[in-house]
């Protein structure tokens, strides 16, 4: 079974540039979250969705990041304008969505880095 | 607001020695726990879970974690350490909804083993 697959792996981009990632689940899993790891910290929960649906967006800074899973099966994260505190790894999960008793697959990230 | 607090940044083991990682959380319902192992440049994956029922629940790669909600602990053992054991060390706690868990994490623990 194919894991969750992310690109690109690394990005590196000047303040104010705008940059996007991509997300493909898990084939078959209906949540899918976004997950911001700044080095030497735990990943901080970004956004989940669930099929093409936003379940909590509450810790997305909505001024300049964005996120969509049009068809409920695929997914982008961008950011625009980035700054340089947004240098991090971007962990995209997926997960069944069939309840809390579900584990959460990872992706193997993007890194990003703004200078 | 759920957090969690994992105390030690750094532990050093010798190979072959037992191992113990603390995590301490704080949410207020029945928490479901999480830890994850995070290897240079990997996604993070699933080491055990824990959501109800016994308090000591086995993992794969020979781990196992006790809920001890007295102490508001759940603290990560393993009985004999190996070098393919250094890794990052996430303990997480989870707000379960119908679509999933919203993972809050620690701070991790690197764990060096030495020959």
């Known amino acids: 079974e194919a894991g969750v697959a992310q690109s690109p792996r690394y990005k590196i981009i000047e303040k104010r540039q705008s940059v996007a990632f991509w997300c493909n689940p898990i084939?078959?899993?209906?949540?899918l979250y976004w997950y911001q790891q700044i080095l030497g910290q735990g990943p901080k929960l970004l956004i989940q969705f669930q099929n093409n649906g936003v379940v909590d967006d509450s810790q997305l800074p909505k001024d300049r990041f964005s996120a969509e899973r049009l068809k409920g099966v695929d997914s982008t994260l961008k950011i625009q304008p980035a700054k340089l505190e947004d240098s991090a790894v971007y962990l995209c999960?997926?997960?069944?969505?069939?309840?809390?008793?579900?584990?959460?697959?990872f992706g193997q990230g993007t890194r990003l880095t703004v200078v | 607001a759920q957090s969690v607090t994992q105390p030690d940044i750094h532990i050093t083991v010798s190979e072959g020695a037992s191992l113990e990682l603390r995590c301490n959380y704080s949410?207020?319902?029945?928490?479901?726990l999480f830890w994850y192992v995070q290897s240079p440049g990997q996604g993070l994956q699933l080491l055990l879970k824990y959501f109800s029922g016994d308090t000591l629940v086995q993992g794969i790669k020979g781990f196992e974690a006790e809920f001890k909600r007295s102490q508001s602990s759940f603290n990560l053992r393993k009985p004999s350490v190996h070098w393919s054991d250094a890794a990052e060390y996430f303990c997480a706690v989870s707000t379960g909804n119908n679509a999933g868990n919203m993972l809050t994490f620690g701070g991790g623990t690197r764990l060096m083993v030495k020959p």
């Open positions: 999960a997926s997960s069944p969505g069939q309840g809390a008793n579900t584990e959460a697959f």
């Open positions: 949410y207020g319902a029945t928490p479901y």
């Open positions: 084939s078959g899993h209906a949540t």
